[in-house]
């Protein structure tokens, strides 16, 4: 099964943006194409995903899974973001054991949306 | 196109409930189904829409298209979750002009998720 990665490119974290300063979205992008892509996971920058609050901002989604939105997350967070994709994907259902879940995916859940209905 | 409107049942908005307290989103759930379901829309009562804190919580999901989540709703929202759920069906690609949102879903939006690739 191929899951799909979303990183919010465009996050400023709700913060003004310094002149030349890169966003914290495109950090976090950066952060996570430096890492290695775990196997069945593609990972897709995009311009915005509506949290600007609680940025910068990560999605995990697949057809016939559960979505799920994480926020607050920060170029730290690339490695555990990784591993946390890589548990979707290897769980058939997309369900992963609260237990084997990184911690920023317990404690920094934005949302989740119950598969779709082809 | 047949469109979801999730509805989180169980959504406490983070609050402590009083012994035979009915949760807020039960209630919302409730308001929204005395409502007119609009053309195309279903409406899916859901336990749980990981967003506690920002509850209670709505999703519109459908095949193809973003999918969005809304929080801090409550029962006098439900007349214009419906409208909103309305203009999500209608347009063909689920992305509603911002003008035409309506302001609880301009306002409080806590993620969207990019279409999923099949």
Redesign the interface.
């Known amino acids: 099964m191929?899951v799909?990665l979303?990183v919010c490119t465009t996050c400023k974290a709700n913060m003004p943006l310094a002149e030349g300063e890169t966003p914290l979205g495109a950090r976090l992008y950066a952060a996570i194409l430096a890492g290695e892509a775990p196997e069945g996971v593609?990972i897709?920058g995009?311009e915005?995903?509506?949290?600007c609050k609680?940025g910068a901002?990560v999605?995990l989604?697949?057809?016939g899974r559960w979505?799920?939105?994480y926020?607050r997350m920060t170029e730290a967070d690339a490695a555990d973001i990784l591993s946390g994709a890589a548990a979707y994907a290897r769980a058939p259902d997309g369900l992963v054991p609260w237990r084997e879940r990184p911690t920023i995916f317990r404690k920094q859940?934005?949302?989740?949306?119950?598969p779709?209905?082809?």
């Open positions: 191929r799909t979303h593609q897709v995009v915005c995903l509506s949290a609680e901002a999605a989604s697949a057809p979505s799920y939105v926020g859940s934005l949302a989740r949306i119950p779709m209905e082809s």
